[in-house]
């Protein structure tokens, strides 16, 4: 059984900073890509960033310059630097990966972590 854990969300105000992390565990051979998606109340499921496995790294046009993605393959951990936050950041943020593990191969996704920006 695969599992994605977030931990990193919290209260922080406007221009602030928050790093988010995700680790996977459990029965795995390959990590593909791995990626961070966000989902505000009332709105659709968004796009923050990607992190292909030896591919370029894709930003959600609204975080470029200021949110990193980063991973630590012998961790199996992404994470997300966010610099600079505004409150129209705010919302759950969710962790996905493309795993190959003993039961195949599959898309996961993590319970997903609150990030709230005041103003």
């Known amino acids: 059984q695969v599992q994605l854990v977030e931990s990193g969300g919290g209260l922080v105000q406007s221009g602030g900073s928050l790093r988010l992390s995700c680790a996977a565990s459990g029965s795995i051979f390959t990590i593909n890509a791995m990626a961070w998606y966000r989902q505000a109340p009332g709105k659709q499921r968004e796009l923050v960033a990607a992190?292909?496995?030896?591919?370029?790294?894709i930003y959600g046009d609204s975080v470029k310059g200021r949110f990193t993605i980063s991973r630590d393959n012998a961790k199996n951990t992404v994470y997300l630097q966010m610099n600079s936050l505004k409150p129209e950041d705010t919302a759950v943020y969710y962790c996905?990966?493309?795993?190959?593990?003993?039961?195949?191969?599959?898309?996961?996704w993590g319970q997903g972590t609150q990030v709230t920006v005041s103003s």
């Open positions: 992190l292909p496995s030896g591919g370029k790294t």
């Open positions: 996905n990966a493309a795993i190959v593990g003993a039961a195949g191969n599959y898309d996961y």
